[in-house]
């Protein structure tokens, strides 16, 4: 399946979010129900997204769409859609837009994977917001790992009484987080990619979803 994504094209080394969340539904986990739209194509009058929507400016060099505005949240109607798709979609270096839908509030965490120049294949998991901005709250292991692994990575971070329930939260589901973590794992055990960034995920009782995806090869 890996080999066939990277197949399509040959001269790509780096993946936009739509392109790396497709690789991942495939292989079985969630992301957000949403449509991709190229760069001078007009967003489709007729969709099947329920509102509220979040809209996202798509690049393969833009770094951090915060820091260009690129995202738009609390869509509420098809005139606040058409406003954001325009604005997002005249930023420069745009690929496109891609807008989904909202996804259930849950705790958001960060799921990663590079090739270390020492270790080689590793993955990397913590808790997301200032868990790793502050605390830098983060574990790694090698990779390929299974599901009882993945759960061994997520107690390494101090922040994993969060995600069992914590002060009245009920606990989220570690094994759909446990899919994920064992998914970045088995794409990293190929030897075929140079990073993968999942940032965040989204997790809670009922599963977790990707919210953001990166992807690149080795150069």
Same mark, same amino acid.
């Given at each position: 399946m890996l080999k066939d994504f990277i197949k399509k094209n040959p001269e790509r080394k780096v993946f936009a979010?739509? /392109?790396?969340? &497709? +690789?991942? /539904?495939?292989? &079985? +986990?969630s992301v957000p129900k949403g449509i991709f739209v190229s760069g001078g194509e007009q967003f489709p009058e007729a969709h099947s997204l329920s509102y509220p929507l979040v809209a996202k400016v798509s690049s393969r060099t833009i770094q951090s769409k915060s820091d260009v505005g690129g995202v738009r949240t609390g869509i509420r109607d098809e005139n606040e859609?058409?406003?954001?798709?325009?604005?997002?979609?005249?930023i420069g270096s745009a690929d496109g837009v891609l807008v989904e839908e909202t996804v259930s509030q849950g705790i958001e965490v960060i799921v990663g994977g590079v090739v270390d120049r020492q270790f080689g294949p590793v993955v990397m998991f913590g808790l997301g917001g200032l868990f790793v901005e502050l605390f830098s709250d983060v574990a790694f292991a090698l990779a390929p790992m299974t599901g009882k692994d993945a759960l061994t990575l997520m107690k390494q971070v101090k922040?994993?009484?969060?995600l069992g329930g914590y002060r009245g939260r009920p606990p989220v589901d570690l094994h759909g987080l446990s899919n994920v973590i064992v998914a970045v794992s088995e794409i990293m055990g190929t030897g075929?990619?140079?990073?993968?960034?999942?940032?965040?995920?989204?997790?809670?009782r009922q599963g977790a979803v990707v919210l953001d995806a990166k992807l690149s090869l080795p150069a």
């Open positions: 979010e739509h /392109e790396v969340k &497709g +690789l991942l /539904e495939k292989m &079985g +986990l859609l058409r406003i954001a798709f325009d604005e997002l979609s005249s922040g994993f009484k969060v075929l990619i140079q990073e993968i960034d999942l940032n965040p995920v989204s997790v809670n």
